[in-house]
């Protein structure tokens, strides 16, 4: 096992469970700043927990491991913190938050950044909400809707990116980003993330089909199954899992063969 | 603020929870007598016809009876042989801040009204414990025949308009509250605007007590004739004290043919007030009488503005926020009374309670047999933050005859773990995420009020939730 790098999102020997039920089972992986990584697996391998469990969802208890964001524990720390050290999570299922604008959410986030006694500057935020919006072709307009309230999944998703572009996260965990997408909504959403990446971000793309990496291609695709990391590879991994499905990768290196081997 | 330095006072962290020492020249002492009210006319030398007003008020206040068999006991803690009924450090308002007494003056300085006067404001009065301390308008407002002073000057100058209205509006023995203030009501305003002339600036009225063990009863009487137009606002605030105090004011709207008349408060006493208010308008044909209304400080609140829609085409609108911290009650609502044909009303009402805080919509709309083409909608939203918060909602609908449309939504929701996981997700606190979506909930309401109160608004609600998450 390699030393956790410094400048990486590394989560160690991670487990976790939900009251007495345990979901991560020795979770395993490192995401170094500059690459995306792909996780792949079964629903219900514990994919969305892992997304949780690192941003510190409080129905979710850690029983050992370790999360390091830049060689830095973030577990124990609250949501927020973890948020403003640099960790952002695109939900799967984006919540309503009635009467608060789309834009009034991410300048109190933004704002939420700054130092106390430090105020945002009006004019370059809403310029620079504008090319965002603009450029992941979110109609103007959105800003003074309230945040996911009445959107369709494509829209959800678009302002996911959004607020992932405006806020600037150093590692971004993307969970099931594609679900719900058409192939269009796909396309924008996609470009979206890809206009994001370089050396500055690692993200995490969490994803049930290989669809998404047609056109998000990874550095690394790594295969969940029962709350562990039961195989890696490079993108060509993630077209074996399509053409093979997750069976073949499970019945190779899963629970019963890691055992064996 | 400036102030802040000073050795007498005690700060806390809401604005208005400071207070100075005073010496009153002015004390009809404590408890309610005959006496008392004789008192309060010799200082206010009052007409014979309002001393007589004042004398038949009090003895219905001592025949009504409390109404805690509908709203709560907790109306029983009121004690009024403890309660100081007048105190004044003079009866004249001045017309310029020069004038004010500096410990005063200093007061209103702090909370902010001299600056919002010069800012926005036609006009501003400024009352202190029992009378006003401050009352001017805008030079060009008053030449347009505007008449804005208080209550007892009113009652005074302007006698043919004044007793025409008074008391019309609210009987004194409307209920015991108003009964009482009808007995040793001192402050409030009168306005007067004349026909055809539209008041583009809000006229406002800052109401702050400053005593404890004190009752403030002012009472406020605003007429727009024919075509006029005005806004008016209301602030108040007290310190906090030890024992209960009590703020019982009448205040009587009168919209003639097609006039407007939009009342706003932002009401946010300290938590040990007693805030007993009975506030009504009339519409004349096609006139709108409008209440907004936010209730955020208090004790116990018990509040319902009405509107009694009179003439053809009348409109009435209360449009209400209350937020009921811990151990508070907001107890608000609205009367909607359709006396004529085509009268038209709205009530929006959103409340929301935090730990122990209750909040209780209460709302009358009537429209009788023979009336046709009214038109009733009514929506109230309750939010609840912490398990043990609590709301009730007691609307109380009548209609009658055919022709007549009513409409009635109500609604309680909470705000979910998930949501303020997702806020704290994008780097807010606990409170700051509660905040926004408490503002997020009341917003479309705020975006009525001008946007020196919204902004008010938003900080009050802001400090509320500060203490609200653990």
Not at chain 2, 48 to 57: C, L, N, P, T, Y
Not at chain 2, 162 to 190: E, M, Q, R, T, Y
Not at chain 2, 244 to 273: C, D, F, P, R
Not at chain 2, 278 to 288: M, P, S
């Amino acid at each position: 096992m390699s030393a956790p790098s410094s400048s990486s999102l590394s989560i160690r020997d991670l487990h976790a469970s939900i009251g007495d039920k345990p979901i991560l089972k020795g979770l395993t992986l490192d995401i170094p700043k500059g690459e995306v990584h792909a996780i792949m697996g079964k629903n219900g391998a514990g994919k969305s927990t892992l997304a949780k469990i690192m941003a510190g969802h409080p129905d979710y208890n850690v029983t050992s491991g370790d999360v390091l964001l830049d060689g830095e524990s973030i577990l124990g720390l609250e949501p927020d913190v973890r948020a403003r050290l640099g960790l952002f999570l695109a939900f799967q299922y984006p919540m309503e938050i009635p009467g608060v604008t789309i834009a009034n959410f991410i300048r109190a986030a933004l704002q939420a950044r700054l130092p106390e006694g430090e105020e945002l500057e009006a004019t370059d935020y809403y310029a620079k909400l504008y090319a965002k919006m603009d450029a992941l072709s979110v109609p103007r307009n959105f800003t003074s809707r309230s945040v996911n309230e009445g959107f369709s999944g494509g829209e959800k998703k678009r302002c996911e990116i959004l607020q992932m572009a405006m806020l600037e996260p150093s590692y971004a965990v993307l969970d099931e980003t594609d679900s719900g997408l058409d192939i269009d909504a796909l396309k924008i959403v996609s470009a979206g993330v890809n206009a994001l990446r370089g050396p500055n971000i690692g993200m995490l793309i969490i994803t049930h089909y290989q669809r998404l990496l047609d056109y998000i291609v990874p550095d690394k695709v790594h295969v969940m199954s029962e709350g562990r990391i039961i195989h890696s590879g490079d993108k060509d991994l993630a077209l074996k899992l399509e053409s093979l499905g997750y069976d073949w990768v499970e019945k190779e290196y899963g629970e019963s063969s890691t055992k064996a081997a | 603020m400036s102030t802040e330095t000073k050795p007498d006072i005690d700060i806390d962290r809401s604005a208005g929870d400071f207070r100075y020492e005073m010496d009153y020249a002015y004390d009809a002492g404590v408890g309610l007598t005959e006496a008392t009210i004789d008192y309060i006319s010799d200082v206010k030398d009052d007409p014979d016809w309002v001393r007589a007003f004042r004398k038949e008020g009090y003895r219905k206040f001592l025949e009504k009876p409390m109404p805690t068999h509908w709203a709560t006991k907790d109306l029983e803690s009121i004690v009024f042989e403890n309660i100081r009924y007048y105190l004044s450090q003079g009866q004249i308002p001045k017309r310029t801040w020069d004038e004010v007494p500096d410990d005063i003056k200093k007061t209103f300085e702090r909370l902010g009204i001299p600056e919002q006067e010069r800012k926005f404001l036609a006009g501003v009065e400024a009352q202190f414990d029992s009378e006003a301390a401050y009352s001017n308008i805008k030079a060009a407002v008053g030449e347009q025949g505007v008449i804005f002073v208080g209550s007892s000057e009113g009652l005074k100058e302007h006698p043919e308009i004044f007793k025409k209205w008074f008391g019309k509006v609210i009987p004194s023995g409307d209920n015991k509250f108003s009964a009482l203030n009808s007995a040793v009501f001192s402050g409030g305003s009168f306005i007067y605007v004349p026909p055809g002339v539209k008041v583009k600036h809000p006229l406002q009225a800052y109401f702050r007590i400053n005593a404890q063990n004190f009752g403030q009863f002012e009472r406020t009487l605003i007429i727009a004739d024919e075509g006029a137009e005005l806004t008016y606002m209301e602030g108040c605030t007290a310190p906090k004290f030890e024992t209960a105090t009590l703020h019982s004011a009448v205040v009587e709207l009168v919209a003639m043919k097609g006039a407007k008349i939009q009342y706003i408060t932002v009401q946010n006493w300290s938590s040990n007030v007693f805030n007993l208010v009975t506030k009504r308008g009339i519409a004349h044909e096609d006139a709108e009488v409008k209440w907004i209304d936010c209730n955020i400080g208090s004790r116990l609140t018990m509040k319902y503005p009405g509107v009694v829609m009179k003439g053809k085409g009348a409109r009435g609108e209360v449009v209400s926020i209350a937020l009921a911290g811990d151990g508070q009650h907001q107890d608000t609502g609205a009367k909607m009374i359709h006396a004529a044909d085509n009268t038209t009303s709205n009530i929006i009402s959103k409340s929301i309670s935090l730990g122990t805080g209750r909040s209780t919509y209460r709302g009358m709309v009537h429209v009788p047999k023979h009336l046709k083409g009214c038109k009733n909608n009514t929506e109230c939203d309750a939010l609840l933050i912490n398990s043990h918060s609590r709301t009730d909602t007691y609307p109380a609908i009548s209609v009658r005859g055919q022709g007549n449309a009513v409409q009635h939504e109500a609604s309680v929701s909470q705000i979910s773990a998930e949501q303020i996981f997702y806020m704290q997700q994008r780097g807010l606190s606990e409170a700051a995420a509660m905040s926004l979506a408490v503002n997020g909930f009341v917003n479309d309401l705020v975006q009525q009020f001008p946007m020196e109160y919204s902004v008010e608004l938003k900080r009050l609600i802001d400090l509320e939730m500060e203490g609200s998450v653990g």
